[in-house]
């Protein structure tokens, strides 16, 4: 049995963790949009063809953002095609994902949607093949009150008042060769700048999230992230960084994403740390890391152009389950710097769930941590110290078997934490300045199968399931046993 000792005071915070960190992103792309979210027909739809099947469940989630409407989709996108009469609209070739583009949903559609679920929309303009005048219009047509052209197409088409949409984001991955439109640092600075004034005149309240880099292993990263930062240091508030964790690499370096997330976090705040220097502390400036994940399952991509191609429909594992929770614990360690994290994506796409069209809808793996993230772990992220124990080596240096995030919320200290290791471990949590406090549960998630997955016809095979005696409490030091290869949630609640 491996065994950890943890620090954590609770007057050492790493932040809050800002309900903007409980976001996620829905992208025109396989059936995300169309028999996920969309499926007029299908026996839960309701009068405006969603699904609430679907609903229902992401209503749980309470989510603050979800992003829209991609994606490297959006690079190609006119979302003019998307408004008005549905009969009147264009069916296109879409480049991004090679598929067949009905414009069914549009920005109206979306905008009711995200009411139904109770969240609200992060927007993402075309700067790959529109104009910087293309992104202007749509803010007109989503938040202007005055009578301006585009303000009237709303009020006909949409409605009446507008749609008060706080944050925007400037293009989507335009470091990667693959994006429509992609442009080398010092010329994407040109044109979102240009795109950012235009917006912001329209509504100056907006807040703007600039394209940074799309992945650790970009050859222009962290340079690109420099250059766009301090170029549009003015005019933007958030960096968006995006990054998905392999199956393909080795299991210790599969394993030790939790650490290269950290790390990747890391270098961004060292650079906007810099930039804030440089540029004498004008204005704070914080990442959006509005794109994360396990990923590898591309799916057969139709040789043809097809609508809503069943791609990317990842069914996670056991084992990308506890990835997973290695992710989310980055993210809660990380909080003084990431102020908007959106899981990517959220239906059928690298998804936590996915739907038939001829049926419901099954709970992935990873959707288990991440609803426990999103319905338990809304408060103040307390710094926790591994004090020492065994490690493994990594293409990111050595790294723990285990990997943990807490959260003070309310009255409950949340702790999150993974066991990588195949064997149990045994952690003493030392606590100070918590008071004392009684366990409320221990959820735990493990399959001796790493590799088994929820599936329609056994959508319980990794579910959490209460422990029972694995939890010791002594004043503030806790001690909790962590079966092998396991994710684990300690709720305990301060007296
Ligand atoms: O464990 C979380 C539960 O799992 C949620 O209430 C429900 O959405 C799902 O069945
Ligand atoms: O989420 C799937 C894709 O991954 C997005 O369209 C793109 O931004 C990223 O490369």
Not at 157 to 168: A, H, L, Q, S
Request: aromatic share 12%; glycine share 8%; with cysteine.
């Amino acid at each position: 049995m491996k065994k950890y000792k943890v620090f954590a005071d609770k007057n050492v915070q790493v932040g809050k963790m800002e309900e903007t960190m409980f976001s996620s992103f829905i992208e025109h792309l396989g059936r995300a949009v169309y028999g996920g979210i969309y499926l007029p027909g299908h026996p839960t739809a309701d009068e405006d063809g969603f699904r609430n099947d679907v609903a229902d469940e992401l209503r749980k989630l309470n989510l603050s953002l979800v992003r829209y409407p991609g994606g490297n989709f959006v690079s190609g996108y006119f979302w003019e095609d998307g408004i008005g009469p549905k009969e009147n609209r264009p069916t296109k070739k879409e480049e991004a994902w090679k598929s067949i583009e009905t414009n069914e949903v549009g920005v109206d559609e979306f905008m009711k949607w995200t009411k139904k679920v109770g969240t609200k929309t992060m927007m993402a303009v075309n700067l790959g093949t529109g104009t910087t005048e293309n992104a202007r219009n749509l803010v007109e047509y989503c938040n202007a009150s005055d009578d301006s052209k585009y303000a009237n197409l709303r009020r006909k088409y949409g409605g009446k008042e507008p749609y008060g949409i706080t944050y925007w984001g400037l293009g989507n991955e335009m470091d990667g060769d693959w994006q429509i439109g992609h442009l080398p640092a010092d010329k994407y600075v040109i044109k979102a700048r240009e795109a950012a004034r235009k917006m912001r005149e329209v509504d100056p309240s907006i807040k703007f999230i600039a394209c940074g880099s799309s992945s650790i292993d970009m050859a222009t990263f962290p340079e690109w992230d420099l250059t766009v930062l301090d170029g549009l240091y003015d005019d933007v508030d958030y960096l968006s960084i995006h990054q998905y964790f392999f199956q393909s690499t080795t299991e210790d370096d599969f394993y030790a994403s939790y650490l290269a997330m950290d790390k990747y976090i890391d270098t961004f705040r060292g650079a906007l740390t810099y930039l804030q220097t440089k540029h004498r502390h004008k204005k704070p400036l914080y990442l959006c890391f509005d794109e994360y994940n396990v990923w590898y399952n591309i799916g057969e991509m139709p040789d043809d152009y097809v609508k809503a191609p069943p791609i990317l429909q990842e069914n996670q594992s056991m084992k990308d389950t506890l990835v997973f929770g290695g992710l989310l614990n980055a993210l809660i360690n990380n909080c003084d710097v990431v102020k908007i994290a959106c899981l990517a994506q959220l239906v059928n796409v690298i998804a936590p769930i996915m739907t038939k069209d001829d049926g419901g809808i099954l709970l992935n793996g990873i959707w288990y941590p991440y609803f426990n993230y999103c319905t338990c772990m809304r408060g103040n992220a307390i710094k926790s110290i591994v004090l020492g124990g065994d490690q493994f080596d990594s293409r990111f240096g050595k790294a723990y078997y285990i990997s943990q995030g807490i959260v003070l919320a309310g009255d409950e200290l949340v702790i999150q934490v993974v066991n990588y290791a195949k064997e149990s471990a045994e952690v003493e949590f030392i606590l100070k300045d918590f008071g004392e406090m009684e366990k409320i549960s221990h959820l735990v998630m493990e399959h001796e199968n790493l590799d088994a997955r929820n599936t329609f016809d056994h959508p319980d095979t990794l579910i959490p399931k209460e422990a029972k005696d694995q939890v010791s409490i002594d004043g503030e030091t806790v001690k909790i046993r962590l079966n092998k290869s396991s994710w684990n949630l300690l709720r305990l609640r301060l007296k």
